[in-house]
């Protein structure tokens, strides 16, 4: 196993036991708001809370991908959540509790940390009254400051 790989499992692993990880942002499909180079904490968090603008990680062909939720339903009963990359068009494969990593609760760049659950407590109570589009302008708009 390559160190990458243990790397990966590793992270998996202390996921699964309910403890919080850190992992960097490579891509760019969620710019502005995250950036290459970005040190993101994923926490355990359950699929049940999860709500629409949340950033979330979840795993495709052995890699975590960050992007934001847009879409919660529930299908026979189990959750599924839709999400897409802030730059993209398209939206990614419903996601399920099999392929669900958890939640991106802080973001860290140029030495300067933002908690995204403060924002998700601020935004709690207005995300009704902004659609999607306007609420991507909000948090892209947050992104820039940090």
């Known amino acids: 196993m390559s160190p990458t790989e243990l790397s990966h499992e590793l992270?998996?692993?202390?996921?699964?036991?309910?403890?919080s990880v850190q992992t960097l942002a490579s891509g760019y499909?969620?710019?502005?708001f995250l950036r290459k180079g970005d040190l993101l904490t994923v926490e355990?968090?359950?699929?049940?809370?999860?709500?629409?603008?949340?950033?979330?990680?979840?795993?495709?062909?052995?890699?975590?991908?960050?992007h934001r939720v847009i879409h919660i339903h529930s299908k026979e009963g189990a959750i599924q959540i839709r999400t897409r990359g802030d730059a993209?068009?398209?939206?990614?494969?419903?996601?399920?509790?099999?392929?669900?990593?958890?939640?991106?609760s802080s973001i860290e760049r140029d030495s300067k940390k933002?908690?995204?659950?403060?924002?998700r407590k601020k935004l709690d109570s207005q995300v009704h009254l902004l659609g999607g589009v306007a609420l991507s302008f909000a948090l892209n708009f947050i992104a820039r400051k940090i």
């Open 11 to 19: 992270r998996k692993e202390a996921i699964k036991n309910g403890h």
């Open 114 to 119: 933002i908690s995204l659950r403060s924002f």
């Open 44 to 66: 355990p968090f359950s699929m049940d809370e999860i709500k629409r603008g949340d950033i979330v990680v979840f795993e495709s062909e052995e890699k975590w991908i960050a």
């Open 88 to 104: 993209r068009i398209s939206s990614d494969t419903a996601i399920n509790k099999a392929n669900y990593v958890g939640l991106v």
């Open 29 to 32: 499909s969620m710019f502005p």
